[in-house]
């Protein structure tokens, strides 16, 4: 399950519909309006493989790598989110829920990088992977 922070823009969301990408929003479908950064990680716990797709920064920690989820900080403009959730999902490396979980990625024009569970050190992918 896909799940965009409350603070995706309308405009993003649109787009995720228009081009059919699976996905519920914090605030719309699950959770609830105003739910703080705080209450995400046990929400996120309740949920059956979800992966979170968000602009806040502060989600880009290793110490949040978990079996149970994903994390996607999208560390580009608001106005661009839609275009990276697509492409991550698109990658090979990440093309299914399986293949997140585990995961705290920050996705950016020059590529990806990636905590992974119990790994030492960041991996880093480009988008041609």
């Not at 290793?62 to 492409?87: K, M, P, T």
């Not at 020059?110 to 119990?118: F, Q, S």
Request: proline share 2%; with cysteine.
């Amino acid at each position: 399950m896909n799940i965009l922070d409350e603070n995706i823009l309308e405009s993003q969301r649109q787009l995720l519909l228009k081009w059919r990408v699976p996905f519920r929003q914090i605030g719309y479908e699950v959770g609830r309006k105003g739910m703080t950064d705080d209450e995400i990680i046990p929400f996120l716990l309740g949920l059956r493989q979800p992966t979170l797709f968000t602009i806040d920064r502060h989600f880009y920690k290793r110490s949040l790598c978990h079996a149970r989820y994903g994390l996607v900080y999208l560390d580009v403009g608001q106005s661009e989110a839609a275009i990276f959730v697509r492409r991550l999902l698109h990658h090979r490396e990440f093309d299914t829920q399986a293949k997140r979980m585990g995961t705290v990625i920050r996705a950016s024009h020059t590529g990806l990088a990636v905590w992974r569970l119990h790994a030492e050190q960041e991996v880093r992918f480009d988008w041609a992977d």
